[in-house]
């Protein structure tokens, strides 16, 4: 696996409010959208970057992917029906950073493109984020109610925990037999080697 790119802080807080491309195409399985950039991700360009982030250990222990990919692997999901997008575009240090008006502006726009796009699954990489941006309260972990619907069929959303470091409340194993349980739903097969 590729070490992580190193960088100052000073490069750090130039990136923030940077934007990080998506990862997308229409019709996928799986769109998965994070809360925001972070620092790192919008450093490197390639997102979930944070070297304490599980997104990518836990997509492969999940069957997602054939091996753990590297954050810089981004665009090989694609091939595998999965993308990669965020509720808020811009970068921050920490996603208590943005304002709960931004949350909810990002939910419109992440529900124009998600119509625009028709993935099977939304799968929001934190409830609490999920919660803010849809002004669903009460939402839990898993399915959720609420769909998008768009010219390429409905969208099912689910709300997955979030991979980040500072998420104690989940060990990577536990992300993982949830992630699982999203990758049931939506059809795909196991794709762990052995």
């Given at each position: ?61 999940s069957g997602f992917t054939p091996r753990r990919f590297a954050p810089a692997e981004q665009r090989e ?105 999203l990758r049931e739903a939506a059809g795909l097969p196991d794709r762990r080697a052995g």
């Amino acid at each position: 696996m590729t070490p992580s790119p190193r960088f100052s802080a000073e490069e750090l807080q130039a990136a923030r409010d940077r934007v990080v491309p998506d990862v997308v195409a229409g019709g996928l399985s799986v769109l998965f959208c994070g809360i925001n950039p972070g620092l790192m991700t919008a450093a490197t360009g390639h997102h979930f970057a944070r070297p304490g982030n599980r997104f990518w250990p836990v997509l492969h222990l999940s069957g997602f992917t054939p091996r753990r990919f590297a954050p810089a692997e981004q665009r090989e999901l694609l091939a595998y029906g999965l993308g990669i997008t965020n509720v808020v575009a811009r970068a921050s240090a920490r996603a208590d950073e943005l304002s709960a008006e931004e949350y909810r502006e990002g939910g419109r726009i992440l529900t124009g493109k998600v119509a625009r796009l028709g993935p099977r699954w939304l799968a929001v990489v934190g409830v609490t984020a999920y919660r803010t941006a849809f002004g669903e309260k009460g939402a839990a972990i898993g399915p959720q109610e609420r769909v998008i619907e768009g010219p390429l069929g409905t969208t099912r959303i689910w709300a997955l925990p979030n991979p980040s470091g500072l998420n104690a409340h989940w060990t990577a194993a536990t992300m993982a037999e949830e992630f699982a349980r999203l990758r049931e739903a939506a059809g795909l097969p196991d794709r762990r080697a052995g």
